[in-house]
């Protein structure tokens, strides 16, 4: 099937996307937001590529090795084999600091025979905007591009430059190598050197992942998911991207082309919460301090989302010379979203907060700065959690009154009371309560419609809408409250094809939905887990994890019909629901293993 069967390296400054055959198709340098070097997956003929080409009768193969983020392709006639080990360098120099230099490295590995190769070396700098020229040197390969904007990109390797230019046959008799590199190196590579940067990278992914916990079940997937949103972590800040892509349509000829290589608050938390319950608490410090340092006024409302570094005005504009994905105009780079209003982002952050605080209390150098954030939010929701906002999907339209904007502007100040709890502020307790109480009873009142049985997407509406299914994670409702139920069997009926969820069913802006957002879909098979509908929820998990693509890797959509991946890849939002969904089953196994042994 026509599907995104990619896999992402990356060292957490940038990352690239490899092709099932081995072609390097999407990769921005410096770092992630940077303009494109290759952008093949954007426009087959424009957009560039770097491409290991055999002949028919090799058959290829690709898997990461274990527990890593080594990409590793192998090629196969039989007799003939080699492999193609792919990945950014990540690791601790002896400063203590990483070492994670925008290049990429291409270990060619020798394993048998005679194996025959060329190359297609086709890079097209600034997303392919002017002509980039190929000039062979004495020591590497520079290609340059002048008219539009100045860029230059750099190639070192081990096998014959004017061979490599020309993609001329290549017989592989030992292993050899390709560097990409954003800068110059000081330094000639080697092949030796290259051997070394692969160990060195394999032990420091093999090292992080020792550090996560072993779950009885679904820790495979647990793993690659985690690996996943490691790498879409910016280490520089400690911002967390939503994706590594841009403009990858929800549906094939539509125009929901969005740029997602930005730091959404709602969805890097999200991501935190998660990799902090996986134990890894520097990046969830790393990302408190990046929230910090967005706040530097008490009463200063957040922004729904940032650049990587901070910034705050994020343009949206097109590329028009792109075709797009499969003809999916237009390529956009920026996100105009960054305007909007969208109120559940304080509950959400507080949250994290919380959930830091609560667990790392004792480790926690930023305690002040902290509860100043804290009563800063409450302060911004109590003077605004009335008001309309354009909600978790961003409606470009008229604003609403969300409910889930409402459930989670509730969420913010049951947080900062137990936040309030912890540094022991008990003036403040009784005084947050009356508000937390009073937004409770709203959405009691307002969101639950008696004529669909359920908790609906807005005050007044009679949509359904699979955001709410996050009332119950975050405290809201009880599990086995009727309304939740009747909530989810309602959603059940109404948003789910095939086991997969729409997000909602209304006409939105650009028209009627039509693909599954992945996220939704673990929202509702935690639901039904969470209701008693186990055996339910497993089977629907077990069917979406066999939707992934062959390296068990999610994006943002999938097609109803075909199965096929669709929107920007890999997405975090979605690895990091198929974490709490895994977590959740595991954890189902060992309470009965435990039961079993008492009985």
Request: aromatic share 12%; charged share 25%; with cysteine.
């Amino acid at each position: 099937m026509d599907n995104l069967n990619y896999g992402i390296i990356g060292n957490c400054r940038s990352a690239a996307l490899i092709s099932n055959t081995g072609s390097l198709d999407w990769c921005c340098l410096p770092q992630f937001d940077s303009t494109s070097v290759f952008a093949k997956i954007l426009d087959d003929k424009k957009g560039g590529s770097f491409e290991i080409i055999t002949k028919y009768n090799y058959e290829i193969t690709q898997k990461y090795h274990p527990n890593t983020s080594i990409l590793i392709t192998r090629y196969s006639d039989g007799e003939n084999i080699f492999e193609l080990h792919d990945f950014m360098p990540r690791y601790h120099k002896l400063t203590g600091k990483y070492n994670a230099p925008p290049e990429i490295v291409r270990y060619v590995k020798y394993i048998s025979g005679a194996p025959k190769f060329s190359v297609l070396y086709d890079p097209k700098l600034e997303y392919a905007i002017g002509e980039t020229a190929n000039h062979v040197k004495n020591n590497f390969i520079v290609s340059l591009t002048d008219k539009e904007k100045f860029d230059t990109l750099f190639l070192y390797t081990s096998f014959n430059k004017n061979q490599v230019v020309s993609g001329d046959e290549i017989t592989l008799k030992e292993d050899g190598y390709f560097l990409v590199c954003y800068n110059e190196k000081i330094l000639k590579p080697s092949t030796e050197k290259m051997s070394l940067e692969l160990e060195r990278t394999k032990i420091y992914w093999l090292d992080w992942v020792d550090r996560t916990p072993t779950y009885k079940k679904f820790n495979p997937e647990i793993i690659r998911s985690a690996l996943t949103l490691k790498m879409l972590t910016y280490d520089k800040t400690g911002a967390v991207l939503a994706a590594p892509t841009t403009s990858l349509p929800e549906t094939i000829g539509e125009v929901r082309n969005w740029d997602y290589r930005f730091c959404w608050i709602r969805d890097a938390s999200m991501v935190i919460k998660v990799v902090s319950e996986l134990g890894h608490k520097n990046s969830a410090k790393r990302y408190l301090q990046f929230i910090i340092d967005l706040m530097p006024d008490k009463d200063e409302k957040l922004q729904i989302m940032y650049g990587i570094n901070k910034e705050k005005q994020l343009t949206e504009q097109t590329l028009e010379h792109l075709d797009g994905y499969k003809g999916s105009k237009p390529v956009r780079t920026g996100n105009a979203a960054y305007e909007q209003k969208q109120n559940d982002i304080y509950g959400i952050l507080m949250d994290v907060i919380y959930e830091q605080l609560n667990k790392f209390s004792n480790d926690i150098e930023n305690g002040e700065e902290l509860w100043s954030i804290t009563k800063g939010i409450v302060w911004i929701v109590n003077k605004h959690w009335q008001e309309p906002d354009k909600g978790i999907w961003e409606f470009r339209g008229e604003d609403r009154h969300f409910t889930f904007s409402k459930v989670l502007c509730w969420v913010a100040i049951d947080r900062a009371i137990k936040v309030a709890k912890i540094f022991g502020k008990h003036r403040k307790i009784e005084q947050w309560t009356s508000i937390e109480q009073e937004i409770k009873a709203d959405i009691h009142e307002n969101a639950w419609n008696e004529d669909v049985n359920a908790f609906v997407q807005s005050y007044g509406s009679y949509d359904l809408d699979a955001s709410v299914l996050l009332m119950e994670s975050y405290g809201f409702v009880d599990a086995r409250d009727p309304k939740f139920v009747s909530t989810v069997k309602a959603i059940e009926k109404d948003l789910s094809n095939d086991g997969l969820l729409y997000r909602y069913k209304n006409e939105d802006d650009f028209g009627l939905p039509s693909s599954s957002f992945t996220i939704c879909t673990f929202w509702f098979i935690n639901a039904l887990f969470k209701i008693g509908e186990e055996e339910k929820a497993l089977a629907h998990f077990e069917q979406l994890l066999s939707y992934s693509n062959h390296l068990g890797l999610f994006s943002e959509d999938i097609d109803f019909k075909t199965k096929r991946l669709l929107g920007n890849f890999p997405q975090a939002y979605s690895h990091l629901a198929l974490i709490e969904c895994a977590i959740n089953f595991s954890r189902k196994q060992s309470e009965a293993k435990i039961l079993e042994s008492i009985s």
